[in-house]
């Protein structure tokens, strides 16, 4: 899924829950072609707790959370509002740059 689709979600009025894996790049692409490809690199400074204000979903449309250890996961996930699915939901969760499969796709 590209970032772009949340804009589609929100227009037609889709409730995902989204998990936003962060780090600071495409990791899968890395494990094919190589971790020093230039082109594999996102800023870090993206800031995903705010994309769904940027796509629309504003205020009661849309709810944002960071991540970042197992018990704030089990909470997030244990909110009344996330489980109903009434309002799109992300939750963000940063890892560091090369955490993914340790060997290359196809080997």
């Keep these: ?3 772009q689709e949340i804009g ?3 227009r037609f009025g889709f409730t995902p829950i989204i998990f936003v894996i962060n780090n600071a790049g495409y990791s899968i ?4 072609n190589g971790p020093k490809q230039g082109y594999n690199d996102v800023s870090a400074l993206w800031d995903y707790q705010g994309m769904l ?3 629309g979903a504003r205020g009661a449309k849309g709810q944002s959370y960071r991540c970042e250890s197992v018990e ?3 909470n997030v996930l244990g909110k009344e509002e996330v489980g109903k699915g ?3 939901t992300v939750g ?3 890892f560091l740059l090369g955490d993914g499969a340790n060997e290359r796709i196809g080997d």
Aim: zero cysteines; hydrophobic letters at 45%; proline letters at 0%.
């Design 29 to 32: 692409e890395r494990a094919i």
């Design 86 to 88: 009434d309002v799109i």
């Design 72 to 74: 704030e996961l089990d």
């Design 1 to 3: 899924m590209t970032v």
């Design 8 to 10: 589609s979600y929100i």
């Design 92 to 94: 963000s969760s940063s």
């Design 53 to 55: 204000g940027f796509f």
